[in-house]
Structures are given as structure tokens and as C-alpha cells.
């Protein structure tokens, strides 16, 4: 049996720290971190995943979620606007790297649920995406609630979201912008 | 199929916010939240859990650590002193309502996953009962390298923690006290 | 002469940095200490106290204030969910206990003034215990003026104060809710 | 019956967002509010107080803790560096008029005492101006374990302080110095 | 060639813990920095400047907006409220030795350039005046984009703006209250 | 005269919320912003500059030393870690194209200034590039003397730096390395 990974454990802690920087860019001054997010997702997958037919392993679907973003230890969350300026594939691919870096010496276990979230080839890949972005759209659901403004970009992506191989993914899309209530005419387009 | 669980959804949120107040009572100014622990337990079980022979359910072991203080967004993280003050019994009620009210809506599965986790009969449940502690431990090695004193109780802690029955387990006990070097002489025995 | 209570005062300090829960759960990112309500609470005695016919001992009202919420250095503020999640009682007892412990350390005084706020048997207790619901008003009112949505809880608990006993809280009580405007259309009713 | 002096209490709630400064300026990242400060001062007062002989009357003199830097609502706390630049005396006329301005509208009394504490005519005044100058001290003995560096010039403060009027600071003053041992060889003596 | 002037540098770093006092006293959370000021200001001095006609000297331009705050490094950020109980001129006369004793030991360029931006008798100095006001404007746009409330007095300051002397400041005016939209009805007049 | 460019002074603010991630990533708990850094530079281009012979222009230099980071609002801080997990040459395309969207609505000014310190052909390119790492230096005096631990591997990027081109950089250097004081035995090796 090799030595406890303690170094890679030590890097995983830096997650509570790093904010999701999209939250930043748009103004919310204390936001969510990653590991907050990935928490979350992994939450609402313990959540929607039995509601899933036909049925789907739902815990292998939590431990997806567990470590669908974890090799931004290493990387940082890069916001939209960092991916857009620079060039094509180097995020997947420094995910990929960090992934390697990171999660191999966690254990081969760990390596390969992430490849397979990132591969997205299994049914409940797809769904912990789905959730990924849902998880997205009840923050900022929550954000908006507490007064946050200038968050309208948001609700774009979780309209344009593409929830139809899973129902209860859809139910919830649905339910996050009901409850939102319509585009305040006031708000700013962004 | 029942509609979406958004009240206990959104309620969950609140472990980003809520501290881990043991941190803050010790005095570290802006500690790990609920959410980052739980995160931070679910990937400990991930790296350990696939070295424990013989083998464990990890996926199943993930989704326990997942929800292990899911019921502190209603509750609360109750430090040490409270719970020596609260009538005996009192913190391991709460949790008990608040997992009723919090994830009986979230879905049966959630509950169930908790209630085998607090109940520590499987050897799942178990495993990650010493995550729990041995993230605490990783925090309080990170926490004291990065410079912050009086934290020598935790040590304590974790010096007598019970690892026997897995041994990947004691493996990380063992890592973590010997990064953290001997006791200082100056600090403060509290 | 004993010696200075040095562990209790330095348990004190915690107030400083244990956030105010209800806030919390409510969304509002860096909110009000426990400390700062305290005090917030005292300088309220000290501007409604002279007010009141009869005479009131505002001084000794003052120091009620200050130390109305000093337990929860060792208890922390339990939100409304987590006192609804625990036993009947187990609040008040862990008050009693945690009072014990800290204040009587500090002086027998400290300890005597507590108890009498607690009890709600004088005047002056009664009072600051108004003074304690008012300066959550006065702080749901600075909040919501700041553009934190999702407080009209807060606005329900102002509504039903029972403030006859003491005229002017009963003004203020009214100052606060027209400066608060009416209930926006739009607010989610929580 | 005036009406409730709801401006300026609301003006009063920034004493929990406003800094110590010489905190900040020393590198203590998230430090203490003036609402903390204040509330700490007061709970010495009563901590202190019963055990100063002739007794005193420690009510009044918690009242005066609460009040003693409420000024700096609008004036900020000015730490030593900004009192050296600006011109001599412009800190207490700064205080003063701040005083008229904040406290004359909250009530005669509030005046009354912060104008006491000022002058530092009676023995009640005199006890606060230790206390608070204690509070300072007990503040840095808890940075200090908790690993802060470079505030050793808050040592000096301590040390030089003239508790003689009131044995049990001064015996307060002995167990704060006591406890946080000797001066560092390798801390920077600023 | 005289040593480095290492004390007045780690002085200086203090601005980027020091927050601008006038966002703190209208309720913004976790507001801008005077670092970040000062970088914003110079950062629309490089915006603005090439626009002007005649032609400005606008990397001196940037390097007083640079310099122009450097002082609160020292005298930390004074608010309005805190001017106006200050006796008259104390403030300048502050600035005036905060820059002594900091800008001094940096080099004499350093204290030239601080002292043309506040006697104001340059083009540079003028536009750089300018500056600073706008991007508190700029700044307010953001915080009431963003969902801040109570901020109307900053609307008023940048309405009253004189930027007659330079056009491109003008346009930025203007453009700046187009964005905010009208003054909401329902919004306190403080 | 084309409009103001408000989107890109907008997106600009940014750079005040944004961490300087290796601070993070070190277990720094509310590090340095990208602002403050970007400022301290520009700082330190002001003090170091004038000594430098033969003569610099210095105003230029605190010019390239606000925009050096300048593109990082859009592409936020890459660590090192990031860049070694990314494809080689993507952080400095990034940076072009971030420069290239953010830095031209802004003025042609600021973005040949950019573009002199990116290919750092000038003696004060050069200049200020050794300002930004010695800034990085001073930064990491001054959290060591705070207390912060596990910061030693940015001794050695301060010790390997190489100053010879200009003499007042490598007395600073020699002055930061002497004010830090020996390796501690303790401290981890990273």
C-alpha cells in the first residue's frame, strides 16, 4: 500500500478558498467557492437522482459531482471571458493535466470518475453536467433574491440549458425560473 | 413524480456561508464553511476508501460524506462548548428533525444515505465517521503551517483518534502528525 | 482578591467574530456580529431609556444590554431553525449553563445582571428585552434599505412586537416600519 | 415627547462595519470593529469594576464603555499615524463635535456620559480610560497566540500603562504580560 | 545612493487593507480599497488622456493619480463626516505632512508629483482631480448596477461635477448618468 | 471623438475583487488584490526609478506598471500552477487578446504602453518587470512578518531574481532578503 497522498490533499484544501470567479466578474462581493459548488451539485444529485427513470447509480453520480471540478486546485476557475481570449482547447486540456496531476495520487478510483464526468459518454456524466449547471442557475436564483443585480447573463444559460434527457432536470429548470419572476424591465441587458 | 425540492434546495446553500465555528472560536479569522469540510470529507473517502481492504462501497461512502452536516444548514455547527452546555442529548436531536425536514424532501434516498451514516453501523458509515475526523485533522495541519497559533487542542484530537479498523486509515493519522512536527514548547497548552 | 478572569475574557473576544445566524441564513454575506448587536442593544437603552415614564435605571439597563447575549461566546446564536430542531427548552438550559460558565467567572455582578435580564421580572429587563428586538429591526431596516432582499421575515417579527409597556418603543417601533415603506409586490413571501 | 432619533442610530450601525485601524495598519487582516471594541471595553467594566475598592458605580461605568468611542461612527477611528500628521488638538474637537452631532439627538443622558468619559473628571471615567486601554491589551495577547506578528508595539502600549488608581487593573495588566511570555528574539522591533 | 526606503514601502501596502470610509458609512459590505482607487483613477487617466485636446503630458497624468491618495497610507481615508467635525483645513494640513513623511523617503520625484496634483495649478493636476471624481462615479454605477441601495448622495456629487475644463471628462459625466438611469422613486433621500 | 469607453472601465473594477491567486493558493486567508499589486508597482516604479542612472523615464514607467496586469480583469490571475497545467504559450496569448479586447476601446496610449511592457524591448519594460517581481517580494516580507507560514517558496523566486541591469533593484532585493532574516529551521520546504 503506498504512503497516504498528502501532498495532493493539501492542495484539494486551496478549493474553500478560490471563489467562482463568473460570480466575481459580476459584482457579488463574498461569493460561493468551488468547493461550495461542487458540494452543492453533489447535493443535487442525491436530490434529482432518484427521481431519474429508468434508474440511475446515484451515488457514483454524487461521487462524480464530488470531483467533477476538483482539478481547479491547481487551475483555477476560469471564467468565460478567460476561455474566450485564450486559445481553443487549452482549458479542457489543462484540466486534463491537472486532473492527472492531482487525482492520480488520490487514488486511480478518483482518475477515473473524473475522466468519465469529463468524457460525459455515461448516463450519469450527462446528468452531473446537467446538475452542474442547475446548480449554477439556483444560485443564481438565490442571488438574486438577496438583491443582487447585473446577474442577467445567467439567466440566459440556464434558459438555453438542454434538459430533456433527464425529467426531473427539466422540472427544475422550470421551477428556478418561475421562480425568478420575469426580466426586471429596469436591468441592465450586460 | 413530485415537484422539486426548492425550499430545501435553497436552504442547503446556506453551508457555504455558515462557519465551522470550532475555527472560529480558536480564533482563525475566516474559517472553512460547513460546505467545504463536507466537500473536503467526501474527497478524503475517495482517496482512502479504494486502499481499505477489504473493499468498501466507495461511491456509497462519498455520498454519506456528502450529506454527513447536511442538517447544519437548519442547525447550525454546533462547536464543542455549545454541546457541553445544550442538555445531553440535545445536538444529536437536531440533527435528527432537522435531517426530517431537510432531506425527507430532498429525496429518500438522502435520508436514508444520512440516517446509515448516523447510525455508524455499516462499515461505511464507519469509514467516513473517520474522514470527518481526519479532514479536521488535514485542516489543523494546513491551518498550523500557515501560521495560526493556538490550535494545539485539535492535535489532541486527532492524537486520539480511533483508526484501527482501517488502516489507510491510521496511515494518515500517522502522516499528519509527524508533518506537523513536535509541540512547541511556547504555545499555549489551553 | 482573585485573580483576573483572564479565560473568560479572552472567550469574550469570540463575540466579535461569531456572525449573527438569522442573517446568515437569510443571505446577507458579511453580516453583524454578536458583539455589534450587543452593543448596538446598549446604545439603544441609552437613547429610548430617558424617554420612559416612570423613570427607568438606564445605566443598569446598559449594562443588561451588554451582557443579554454574552452566553453565546460558548453557546453561538442559534437561528429560529435550529432552536425549532432541538429539544423544548434546550436553549434556555444551554444559556443558563453557558452563563454559569463565563459570566460568573467574570463577576458576581455580571453574572446577577444576566439572570435579571433573563428572568424579565423588572422593568429595566423588560426593556432591554424590546431594546434587543428593536435593534433587529433597526438593522432589517439598514439591510433592506441596502438592497438586501429576502428579509420580509424580519418585517413580520417587527409587526407583532408587543411594545405597549413602553411608549417610546412603541414609536420606534413605528418609525421603523413607515421608514421601511410598504411590502414590495415583488418579495417572495418565504 | 421627541421623535425616535432614528437617523442617528442608523448612523450608529457603522460602528460594526468601521475597522480598528491600528489593527490594519499593523496587518491583522480582518480585525476587530469599533462595535467590538466598545463592547469589549464594557464587559471589562463589568468584569473589573465590582473589585475595585471603593466601589464604583459599575453601571454607569459599563454605560460609559458602550459610549466611549461612538463618536467614531462619523469620525472614524484615527489611528496614531493620522493623529501625528493632523494638527494638534483636531482629534478630541473632532470627538466633540461628533459627540453634539450623534449623541445630542439620541439623548441628554448619552451626552451626559460620553461628555464624563472625556473629561475624565471622576473615578468611573478614569476606570473606563483604563479599561479600554486593557481591552487593547487583552486584544493583542489574543492575535498574538493566534500567531499574529509585528505587534509589538501594542506590548509597549501595555507596558507602560498607569494602572496604579485601580489595583485590579493593574493586576489584570501583570496576568496579560505574563501570558504572552517574553519578547520574541527574531520579532521585528518596528 | 541612499539605502532603499524599505519602512515607507510596507507602509504603503496598508491601502490595500485601508477601505474608502464613504462606501463603509453608506452600507456596501466589502468595499473598494483605496489601492484600488488609486489604480482606477489612473487607470481612466490613461483612458481619458489621449482624448484631451491640447494634448496632456498623460503618463505624468498617470503617475500623480498614482500618487494622489498615497498619503492615507499614513492619515487613512477620512470621510465627509469626518471633515466636517475635523477642524477646518486639518485634513490638508495632514495630507500635507503624511506626504513628508511617506513620499519623502520614497524620492523627491515621488513628493513633487503628489504635491503638483494638490496645489492643482497644472492641466495635469486639474484632469487628474477630474479623474478621481469620475471613477467614484464609475464606482457608483457598479455598487447600484450590482443591487447597493442608499447611495443617492454619489449621484449628486457626480451631477454637480464641473468638468468643463476638459470635454472627454464631460462625455464620461454623462455617460455615466445615462447609464444609472432615473433616480428611483422609491429610493431614501439621505 | 469616439464615446467614453464605459464597458471597459466597467469591466476594469474587476481587478479590485480579484485575488492574486498564489497568495490564495499559499493559505493566505484575504490576499493582496490584483489592484493593489498593479498599484504597489507603480509605487515602487516612483521610488526606485529616480535612482536609476542613466535617467529613466519614470513617468512612463508608472504608466506600463498600472496596465502590466491590466488584461488579468478579463483573464483573472493564472498561478503557476495553472500555467504548468495549461498548453505552453497560452497564458501570454491570452494575455494579448485580453489586452487586445480590454486595452484598445480604452485608448491606442494604453495599449502601445501594454504592448512595450509585454515585449519588454525597452530599458523601462525591463525596469518595471523587476518592479513587479520585487513588489511580489515586499508583498512576501510583510505577510511573513505577519505571521503567515509556508510562503518560502517565494523566497527563492525573490533570491534567483536577477537584478544586475539596474542597481537600485538589487539593493532592494539585498535589503528584503536581510529584513526577512535567516530560513526557519521549521518551516516546510514546499
Known amino acids: 500500500m503506498t504512503a497516504p497522498p498528502l501532498d495532493a490533499l493539501l492542495a484539494l484544501l486551496a478549493l474553500d478558498r478560490l471563489p467562482r470567479t463568473g460570480w466575481l466578474l459580476a459584482g457579488v462581493p463574498a461569493p460561493e467557492s468551488i468547493a461550495a459548488h461542487a458540494l452543492g451539485t453533489a ?36 471564467p468565460r ?35 468519465e464526468y469529463q468524457a460525459g459518454a455515461t448516463r450519469e456524466a450527462r446528468f452531473v453536467h446537467l446538475c452542474d449547471k442547475l446548480h449554477l442557475g439556483l444560485r443564481w436564483l438565490a442571488y438574486r433574491r438577496a438583491g443582487h443585480g447585473t446577474l442577467e447573463e445567467f439567466r440566459g444559460s440556464l434558459e438555453r440549458l438542454e434538459c430533456a434527457e433527464f425529467a426531473p432536470c427539466a422540472e427544475l429548470q422550470r421551477a428556478l425560473l418561475a421562480a425568478a419572476g420575469p426580466r426586471a424591465g429596469g436591468e441592465p441587458a450586460r
Chains 1, 2, 3, 4, 5, 6 share one sequence.
Open 81 to 115: 471571458s478567460a476561455v474566450e481570449c485564450l486559445p481553443e482547447g487549452a482549458k479542457a486540456e489543462g484540466e486534463r493535466r491537472a486532473a492527472q496531476r492531482l487525482l492520480a495520487p488520490l487514488s486511480e478510483l478518483a482518475l477515473t470518475r473524473f475522466q
Open 43 to 78: 447535493l443535487l444529485a442525491l436530490a434529482l437522482g432518484p427521481r431519474v427513470a429508468p434508474a440511475l447509480d446515484v451515488d457514483r453520480a454524487a461521487a462524480l459531482a464530488v470531483l467533477h471540478d476538483a482539478p481547479e486546485a491547481l487551475l483555477t476557475d476560469l
